[in-house]
């Protein structure tokens, strides 16, 4: 069975801190993908990254990053220096290549206060 | 105009009432989706399809249709509504199996009272 888990439901900070959204999954595909999806308050699915199975390496976009470490079963994301307009749903979700479906977990709200 | 499209975006109906939440795509994908989006439960599977005429249950199936005769679209129907049905739903498609990144429709809210 395949099961994502953001186990954090809302975080608040306060504009400029460093924020890391957790994500654990669990699948028994070999091959399969890490996804990061944004929903801002008008509703939209905004990709963000996504991360192959073989492959480990560390990603950093701006002032976004991902961390994936399968050793865990972790893929978590880290906003540094948040921002306001970083306020939102984020969801991690997984593909299985098996499939082609993909799995969201619950999703973390974040809301960054001036 | 190409994309993903989905009708009606907003519905209120009544308990009992039978819905169609419409979705149309243009851009000749196999694989499309319904997705359900609610508080604490994020963004849960319906149904799956991966190819026209072919269809598969996900994560919550119960108390819902679907059908594919076409490729570029994916109605999702709810025979008897019931207020658990109550949610915003997501239409998806992606190219192939393979191709993990989902393009999403810009979700149906639902209200049934």
């Known amino acids: 069975a395949q099961k994502v888990t953001q186990a954090q439901t809302e975080i608040s900070v306060v504009e400029k801190e460093d924020v890391t959204l957790d994500c654990v999954y669990e699948t028994r595909d070999t091959t399969y993908y890490l996804f990061w999806y944004k929903q801002p308050p008008s509703g939209e699915l905004v990709f963000l990254i996504r991360r192959n199975s073989f492959d480990e390496q560390n990603e950093i976009s701006g002032r976004y990053s991902w961390n994936f470490q399968k050793s865990t079963s972790s893929f978590n994301f880290t906003i540094t220096a948040s921002q306001v307009v970083d306020s939102a749903v984020y969801f991690c979700a997984l593909h299985s290549s098996n499939t082609g479906k993909l799995i969201f977990g619950q999703g973390t709200t974040l809301q960054v206060k001036p | 105009d190409a994309g993903i499209t989905q009708s009606p975006r907003y519905k209120i109906t009544e308990t009992g009432r039978q819905v169609t939440l419409m979705c149309h795509q243009t851009?000749?994908?196999?694989?499309m989706f319904w997705y359900r989006q609610d508080l604490g439960h994020g963004l849960r599977l319906i149904y799956y399809?991966?190819?026209?005429?072919?269809?598969d249950k996900g994560e919550v199936p119960d108390g819902y249709v679907v059908s594919r005769s076409k490729t570029e679209n994916f109605p999702l129907t709810l025979e008897s509504a019931t207020r658990s049905q109550t949610s915003v739903y997501f239409c998806a498609s992606k190219g192939t199996r393979d191709t993990g990144e989902l393009f999403f429709g810009e979700g149906s809210r639902l209200t049934v009272l």
């Open positions: 851009w000749s994908h196999s694989y």
């Open positions: 399809s991966a190819a026209a005429d072919i269809t």
